[in-house]
């Protein structure tokens, strides 16, 4: 039997959990939120992606219920949220900082919120049992906040946050205090934890690979607007500006004017005295329309001898390498001045390099390789 596919947002008859309708958000003379639409399903572990001050914390603050829009309204299952206190709303919040109780135990800071709603001690205990058993923090039940380690201490503030089992989670930056391989080790946990309980995630990172590994769909967002929302691949693969393939991973571009070449086909000419390069594109263009091409550095070859066909072929000399362990990104410098980088993975180990600096060399990619974009 066929796996289904996690894809509501292609679904027309699914309602989402979370709607943004012209949500619009000032602070004085400052708009940090522009007429901003979006719809959140119900089981998404959703990202907001963007740079610091794009408008994705003033989000979820407005998920959570600190902020009010100016205008617009956001519903939340069906119903406007803007009425609802924020204790009220089937919506937590993990904070950055844990904002865990010094004083109380692992075992009391995830019965806290239950405590303060119900008194049926069973009911809390069974809760908090099934908590830490969720997060693996068993062992850790009777310490205090500072005798466990940073990433046990997000697993705590996790436990709490779902404890009362919200509809919706709203993570703030939630691992930007651990190190890299801690990191990358609660991502993983963080996708396990949200699968099992089914409850709806929206996270809000500046970290692409973050959001990249853990989200079933991102929004990337610039100056209280969104550029474009999509699955990972699709923003990797497809980016819809030049915004979004330059927010998301290295890449190349490669700014000229186009020229229709044959169905589907364009002509790139991007420099005096080099060949115009091809790309296909099912977006259509104007000729002399100016445009830039994308191109992710691992789909660029490089090579020391001249090969002997490609649709896309230029010369010039390495500039800098970079070698980071799995990959070699080369920089290479073409006679007009422009930089193309080209990716290599290391697959055996390197015993001598047999591209080096300022060696003359010739880069390639397929015409399919790049995305045509027109802003």
Known sequence: MAETVFAPW??????????????????????????????????????????????????????????????????????????????????????????????????DNIAFGLRRESSDKDAIAKRVEEMLKLTRLEKFARRKPHQISGGQRQRVALARSLAK????????????????????????????????????????????????????????????????????????????????ADFIGDVNIIEGQVKAASDGLFQLSFADGQPPVLAASETPFYDGQNAHLAVRPEKVSIHTEQPDASDNLLQGKVLDIAYLGNLSTYHVELPGGQVIKAQTANTRRLSRRSITWEDPVWISWTKTAGVLLDR
């Open 165 to 244: 089992a919200p509809k919706l989670l709203l993570l703030d930056e939630p691992l930007g205090a651990l190190d890299a391989k801690l990191r990358e080790a609660t991502q993983f946990e963080l996708m396990d934890i949200q699968e099992k309980t089914g409850t709806t995630f929206v996270i809000v990172t500046h970290d692409q690979e973050e959001a990249m590994t853990v989200a079933s769909r991102i929004a990337v967002m610039d100056e209280g607007r969104i550029m474009q929302v999509a699955t990972p691949d699709r923003i990797y693969e497809a980016p819809e500006s030049v915004y979004v």
């Open 10 to 107: 292609d679904d027309p008859d699914e309602k989402p959990l979370i709607r943004f309708r012209n949500v619009t958000k000032r602070f004085g003379d400052f708009t940090a939120i522009d007429d901003l639409t979006l719809d959140i399903f119900a089981q998404e572990f959703f990202a907001l992606l963007g740079p610091s001050g794009c408008g994705k914390t003033t989000m979820m603050r407005m998920l959570a219920g600190f902020e009010h829009p100016t205008s617009g309204s956001i519903e939340l299952a069906g119903s406007d949220i803007a009425s609802v206190p924020p204790n009220k709303r089937a919506v937590n919040m993990m904070f950055q900082s844990y904002a865990l109780f010094p004083h109380l135990s692992v075992w």
